[in-house]
Structure formats: C-alpha cells, structure tokens
C-alpha cells in the first residue's frame, strides 16, 4: 500500500513543479511576442501568476549584459530587498535550469532560470525564485496523510513533514524514490508510517477503527488532491491563455503597425522610380537627337573610329531610354487602378503573339494555340504579360531552325492556368528563383540577346496583383515554359 501512496506523492510535487515552470514559459513566450512592454502591463502579469502560486517569491527580467530587470517581488516588501550577484542571472541562464537548494533567514528555495531567444536573438533571461517549504507544505497538505515525509535535494534536507516510527519492525513499510522535474533535476522523497498510523494499523482489535478510518482518509485524501491539482491546473491554464491572448493582440497591432510601414515605403519607393523614370527620359531624348543630327549632318566628317562611337552612344541611349520605359510600366503595374473584366484570353493571346512578332526580322516562327479558357483580369494588364512573354520565347529561341511558341490553358482547382513554352535555349534550374527580379539575368551578358531585365518582373507583379501565382521550368538548349494563373470568368467557372 505504501508504494502505491508514494508514487502519488512523487506524482504530485513532480505535476506542482512542471506546472510552475510551464506558466513561466507562457511569461517568458509573451515577452517574445509582444517586446518589452510597459512595467505596469509586466507587473500585472506576474501578479496573476503569484496570485495562483503563493510561494512565487519574485520574477525578473534579466537582461543581456546581467543586469536585473522589471524585479517584481511576491513576499517581499520591496524588490529591493532581493539579493543580487553580478552576473549570475546570465551565466546560470546560458540553459535553462533549475538552480538550488539555496538558503537564506527566510527558508529554503530554488530558482528558475529561462534564457528568451527571439530567432538568433537573444533578449534575456527570464528568472524567478520559489519558496520550498511553503511551496511543498501546500502541494503535499492532502498527499498520504498519516505519513511521515521527507524530501532530498541530492544531500540535502530540503522538506520535511511529521516524525516516522523509529521501530526497526517497521522499516518494511518505508519507501524512496525519485522525483523528476525539469530541465534533468531530480529530488527523492522518502514516506514512512508515524508512530499514530503503525499503532492503528498494526495493534490487535482496540485499534481496528481506527486503522479503518485512517485508511479512508487515505483514501478521501488522494480524491481531494486530485480534485485540488485539477483546479490548480485549470486555473495555470487559464492564466497562461489570458497571457497569450493578450500577446496575440499585441502581435496584431505590432503586425498591422508593420504592413502599413512596408505599404507607405512600397509606395514611396514607387513614386521615387516614376519621378526619375519620367525625369531621365528627356535627357537620354536629348542624347538620341544630338547623335542623329551628327549622324545625318557630319558624318562625312568622321573616321571609323567616331562613326563607331556615335554608334555606341546611339545603342546606350536607346537601352537606356526602354530600360526608362520599363520601369516605368513596372511602376505603373503596381499602383494603377485595375479594371476587373472577363475577357477573350485566346483572342488577346493572338494580339499579344503579333505585337511581339512584329519587332522580329526572322518572322518565321510558328505559333501554336491550343484552346483557352476565358479569364477575370485587367485586359490591359494581361496583355502586357503575354507580349512580355512572347517577347522573352521569341528572343530566346532565334537561331533555331524551326522556331515555334506554344500556349495553352486549363481549369485546375477553380483557377485557369496557363503556359506559354518555346523550344529555345532554355535554361538552368538552379537559377529559377532569379527569372523574375529585377534586372535578374541567368544567361551572361555575351550570350543573352538584348533586354532590360524588367519583362519577366513586370509579369510577376501584374500576375500577383491579380492573386495569381507565376512559375518556371526549363532545361539548357531544350526550351522553357512559363506558367501563369488567374481567376476565371464566369463562362470557365465550374
């Protein structure tokens, strides 16, 4: 019978010890969430945990150069009274870990330690202190009652509770055993009947009702308990969810605080790039007049070599001024107005392939359409994505004998998706995830035919705009097919 008493008992202080540390987590995680709040929002916080575990003598923030932080003290008249040793808080809190026995004029206690990481930094460390005897007095007051107790912490006495039978008869109805808590610390605990609870269970008749009635308060006892730790435990619960709450409205408002950072600065930053798109243009217009003039006027004035350089500035002001160009459609792409509409898709596809097609000087390319579903968008826009498309097949796929650009589409999980491949050069996937940054380029600058960089980026913020999703797959010298979503019009709905 004792074996069974003691391992409800062990039971008991190992679920006590967890369920402290486990409300200190939930502190320490509102802390990551929410950042260092005001003292009164702190002190409020640790108030409701000192409510629920009396015994909770104080809690501080300890911060990264070991200075503590936000004391707020349970016991204690003030947190100035808690005694403080440079440093110690951030050495012993490199892990976390349960630091004790440790004895002062008021008892014995232990501390807890809990290091606060936010990704790879390093805020601080949660510390706290615990009153053992009042701590284990209260958790064990309905545990094996009529039984002597006494805790270890490795060799030292830290808890004792009643007088055992000092008969050497009796030492058969004793046991010890470990008591696991947290982060690898472990106590014992010894149970041995008291001289009252050996005479009532062990004299012959005159003691009978009694050894009864002590065995059902046994009994009555280990139902209390258990009825006592579930309150405890609701109520640690309910602390630890009202912490977390609270943390997650803070997380809201810093979040909310945050996208409309990002929105004001996407903003500005797109206002800065069509202010100096839209300034640069006359200069580099300037640069294309000048160079025809001295072309169509003094070019018998010229060497090879002059003729060779106003040929180079002519090429550097034109890639300037459709780079200008560019941007200014990426720019234009991200804060426009849409006009949301179904349209013809195959009918936009066959204008976009010819705007594309009429640049090229090898117009011999055969264009395969394959049948479309109509999609939901701003036409405008859409058609701006195919020609970049196009352009990008078409220029990739010159030199090949029979050059040839496909698109296609389908319905796939209430979405239309669409692919436009060509059997050019192809490329290498390891450089997908560069095909649709900014001026990204996954060919060199000697192999890649002319381009500004901005095509394939224009098309994935105008697919994003429209809550699509855009991709890429390809193969060296075995062509690449782009893939597109968008939502559908009514006509392809399901």
């Not at 005001?38 to 409510?51: C, G, H, M, Q, Y």
């Not at 807890?112 to 009042?134: K, N, S, T, W, Y």
């Not at 696991?180 to 004299?203: C, D, K, R, S, Y």
């Not at 359409?369 to 405008?380: H, I």
Request: glycine share 10%; hydrophobic share 45%.
């Amino acid at each position: 019978m004792v074996s069974g008493v003691a391992a409800q008992s062990r039971r008991t202080v190992s679920d006590a010890v967890a369920d402290r540390v486990v409300a200190l987590r939930n502190l320490a995680g509102v802390w990551v969430v929410a950042g260092e709040r005001p003292f009164e929002e702190w002190r409020a916080s640790v108030d409701l945990l000192i409510e629920h575990f009396p015994n909770l003598e104080y809690v501080a923030w300890v911060s990264a150069d070991g200075r503590r932080q936000r004391v707020t003290a349970g016991k204690f008249e003030s947190p100035a009274s808690i005694a403080i040793e440079p440093n110690e808080a951030r050495v012993l809190g490199a892990d976390p870990s349960l630091v004790g026995p440790e004895r002062d004029e008021d008892g014995v206690g232990f501390r807890v330690f809990l290091p606060v990481q936010r990704g790879d930094l390093g805020l601080g460390v949660l510390e706290a202190r615990f009153d053992i005897d009042g701590m284990l007095a209260d958790v064990l007051a309905d545990s094996a009652p009529g039984y002597a107790i006494e805790i270890r912490w490795g060799d030292t006495g830290i808890f004792r509770r009643g007088e055992p039978s000092r008969d050497a008869g009796h030492s058969w109805w004793r046991a010890e055993g470990p008591v696991p808590l947290p982060f690898g610390v472990t106590w014992t605990m010894t149970h041995a009947p008291t001289p009252e609870l050996a005479a009532a269970w062990l004299l012959p008749d005159p003691h009978y009702l009694l050894g009864i009635g002590i065995a059902l308060a046994i009994a009555f006892g280990l139902l209390a308990h258990q009825l006592r730790m579930s309150v405890l435990q609701s109520r640690s619960l309910a602390t630890g969810n009202r912490s977390l709450e609270a943390g997650a409205g803070e997380l809201r408002k810093l979040t909310e605080a945050l996208e409309t950072r990002v929105a004001e600065r996407t903003a500005e930053l797109e206002a800065f790039t069509h202010s100096i798109s839209h300034d640069l243009r006359s200069p580099l217009g300037a640069i294309l007049n000048f160079t025809a003039i001295l072309e169509s006027e003094y070019r018998d004035r010229l060497d090879a070599d002059g003729l060779d350089a106003l040929d180079r500035i002519h090429s550097s002001a034109v890639r300037g001024r459709d780079l200008l160009d560019g941007l200014l459609r990426l720019s234009r792409a991200g804060h426009s107005t849409l006009v949301i509409a179904e349209f013809d898709m195959a009918a936009l596809a066959r204008e976009s392939f010819a705007h594309a097609r009429a640049s090229e000087l090898d117009a011999d390319v055969e264009f395969m359409l394959e049948p479309l579903p109509n999609a939901r968008g701003d036409r405008s826009l859409i058609g701006e994505v195919l020609v970049n498309l196009f352009d990008n097949a078409l220029k990739y796929s010159r030199g090949r004998e029979k050059r040839r650009v496909t698109m296609r589409g389908s319905l796939q999980a209430g979405q239309c998706v669409y692919e436009v491949s060509d059997n050019g050069r192809g490329f290498d996937m390891k450089y997908a995830d560069k095909l649709f940054g900014l001026f990204e380029r996954v060919h060199s600058s000697r192999d890649a035919p002319e381009g500004t960089g901005v095509g394939l980026a224009l098309v994935a913020r105008i697919v994003q705009r429209h809550g699509g999703r855009v991709s890429a797959e390809g193969k060296v010298d075995d062509g690449a097919r782009f893939t597109f979503t968008l939502p559908p019009g009514r006509a392809a709905s399901p």
